[in-house]
């Protein structure tokens, strides 16, 4: 009898373990389909966490507090993170002004986008074209 304590100790460990991968693994699940309509909507400035609750269902609050509680990115910074990324293609591999870019991309301020861009790439959108322009161009 005392045997089938540690027994039952040993399963009651595993399904937590089994558990915690599971809720890991549903996370990283969540992550993708917030990330996937990320992709297909981050140049519509009124793309927002608003709108992601309203696809999946759920409370913009609760979808917050999920990625903090799985440590995973929060809404803004994979937004964020897609729009500056495209910004940077788009200053690199075209002539367009920067205002126009800013706004293909889903900013509805310039202001807001230049701050953005500075942040991630530490420097102005002319600087980095000027420093990422192909030879012979």
């Known amino acids: 009898p005392a045997h089938d304590g540690d027994h039952d100790t040993r399963l009651i460990a ?8 599971n809720s890991l693994e549903r996370a990283k699940s969540f992550e993708n ?15 927002k966490l608003r709108t992601v609750a ?10 917050q507090t999920l990625l903090i509680k799985e440590r995973l990115p929060s809404f ?21 002004p920067f205002f126009q870019i800013a706004a293909e991309c889903g900013y509805a301020s310039l202001s807001t986008a230049e701050e953005a861009f500075k942040a991630h790439f530490g420097c102005t959108p002319v600087q980095y074209r000027a420093q990422n322009k192909k030879d012979g161009e």
């Open 14 to 21: 595993a399904m937590k373990k089994r558990s915690a991968w």
């Open 33 to 47: 389909k917030i990330r996937e309509m990320v992709d297909a909507n981050f140049r519509d400035a009124s793309f």
């Open 54 to 63: 309203g696809v999946l269902d759920l409370k913009e609050s609760y979808i």
């Open 76 to 96: 803004r910074s994979i937004l964020q993170e897609k729009r500056t990324a495209a910004m940077g293609a788009e200053v690199v591999q075209t002539l367009k």
